[in-house]
């Protein structure tokens, strides 16, 4: 990185997916700030899939200028007020059927994961430089609070804020932990350097999702009238269950099948993580579905395994200038579909206290730790709320009681009961506003009564 000495400060983002270029996006309103983008990845390409907003980070969005782009891409339009957002129904039999509705106090904005990176990529300023092919290896901080970056092609550079968006493997964490599990054994803190050290590498979830992106009118062809062309729908089952929408004007579904081994959570998953698969190593979990299911299944042609691992709960997303955001911080499981949401609002919130007047190279670990108190306690909030949505979704209560054993009328109320703990789960996505996390940053930054 060049020596801007004109710029307040040095932003090294290691990390170009959603919350790496989406705070890059946002840095860029503060123009004394030196931006610099580093991709693990040859170039910036995204996989194929679909992700949603809710209005919490839509808001984001908006404060952004990024909302006229990106509803260009959707067929779905913000709306105040009451809006359906996805039908949920009981499917694990051969006449499934829909018990409720999920309906959100505003909509939830459903976009092609790539579509997304291009409008970013598009807002991008020239003068935030963006690297690929480089991968951190480490990286060290001095006293002085300069943070050196060494990557794994022996290249090195230099920043006064080191931001860790590389993801659910982060190198910037395993650096970031495992200094911090050093300098507690030193100490004699040995119990509290293996809990540390066991934050390093993520676990699994016990669920591995296959997704895909069916052609919409290959859909239509083969089941004219299928739910999921117009409204987007979860079909409900024991140990599993499938999330289906349309993207991208309806030319695509995106679809995603999960199967669910609750009590295989937080153990070691047996091979790789992800990779292309066929669809017949998930079928046969849904062969005894209802005709909706199968006809989704029967449209795939190609797909993607992906082994959901999370990880254990952070005491801090911040080590003197470096800082963690995304699934580097927080990864969660994707069934409150909230894991790019969160990651927009790290990504803003810590543009918000960098950007801030009263930050500079001295006073860059306070910002960070005002940052680190008002995302944490919300992000590991939201993990925890996901990991039960999966429990829900699977039918499965606490204590691994399933639903087959109800039918008739005790099915229907159980159904329901399911029903209000999930909207209960999910409610905070619009009851609350990332305004009060705005407002919070900015009182805190410049109120007398901070306390760093």
């Known amino acids: ?38 991709e693990a990845a040859n170039s910036l390409t995204e996989l194929g899939a679909g992700i949603g907003l809710f209005p919490r980070p839509w808001k984001i969005i908006q404060m952004l200028g990024l909302e006229d782009d990106l509803l260009m891409t959707t067929e779905r339009k913000p709306r105040q007020g009451p809006v359906p957002a996805f039908n949920y129904r009981k499917s694990d039999q051969q006449a499934g059927f829909t018990f409720s509705t999920l309906v959100t106090n505003g909509t939830l904005i459903t976009l092609h994961r790539a579509d997304f990176q291009a409008v970013l990529l598009k807002r991008l300023p020239r003068t935030c430089r963006v690297n690929c092919s480089k991968r951190l290896r480490t990286y060290t901080q001095r006293e002085s609070g300069t943070i050196e970056l060494i990557f794994e092609d022996n290249s090195r550079t230099f920043c006064d804020v080191l931001v860790g968006a590389d993801g659910l493997k982060s190198a910037t964490r395993a ?24 934050c390093i590498d993520p676990v699994w979830s016990g669920t591995v999702a296959y997704r895909a992106l069916i052609p919409g009118d290959r859909l239509s062809a083969a089941a004219p009238g299928h739910s999921v062309l117009t409204s987007p729908t979860q079909y409900l ?12 004007h309806g030319k695509m579904i995106n679809f995603v099948a999960f199967v669910c081994r609750h009590d295989l959570e937080n153990t070691k998953f047996d091979g790789p993580w992800t990779g292309p698969c066929d669809k017949s190593q998930f079928a046969g979990v849904f062969a005894h579905w209802e005709p909706e299911v199968h006809a989704l299944i029967h449209c795939i042609d190609k797909c993607l395994r992906w082994a959901i691992h999370t990880m254990k709960p952070l005491r801090s997303f911040v080590s003197g200038n470096t800082v963690l955001i995304g699934d580097a911080a927080h990864a969660m ?18 543009a918000t206290v960098l ?6 190279r001295e006073t860059v670990p306070r910002a960070l730790r005002v940052f680190d108190e008002i995302r944490r306690p919300l992000a590991t909030g ?7 949505n999966g429990r829900f979704f699977s039918l499965e209560e606490d204590g691994g009681i399933g639903f087959d054993q109800y039918t008739g009328p005790q099915l229907w109320e159980k159904l329901q009961k ?15 506003s990332v305004d009060g996390s705005i407002q919070e940053a900015l009182r805190r930054l410049e109120g007398h009564d901070c306390k760093y």
């Not at 290691?14 to 580093?38: F, K, M, N, R, S």
């Not at 089952?237 to 991208?248: D, L």
């Open 1 to 38: 990185m060049q020596n801007f000495s004109s710029k307040r400060l040095r932003v090294a983002i290691c990390g170009a997916g959603i919350g790496g270029l989406t705070l890059a996006v946002a840095l860029a309103q503060y123009p004394d700030i030196d931006i610099e983008l580093y």
């Open 175 to 198: 650096t970031f932990l495992t200094e911090r599990a050093n300098w507690m054994g030193s100490r004699g803190r040995i119990h509290e350097a293996a809990d540390v050290a066991s």
């Open 237 to 248: 089952g024991k140990n599993g269950y499938i999330i289906a929408y349309p993207i991208s």
């Open 333 to 350: 499981t994707p069934h409150q579909g909230s894991g790019a949401g969160q990651a927009i609002e790290d990504a803003y919130i810590l």
């Open 355 to 360: 950007g801030h007047r009263t930050t500079s």
């Open 382 to 388: 939201v993990v925890e709320a996901s990991r039960m």
């Open 418 to 432: 399911l029903h209000s703990a999930v909207v209960q789960n999910w409610e905070w996505t619009w009851t609350t």
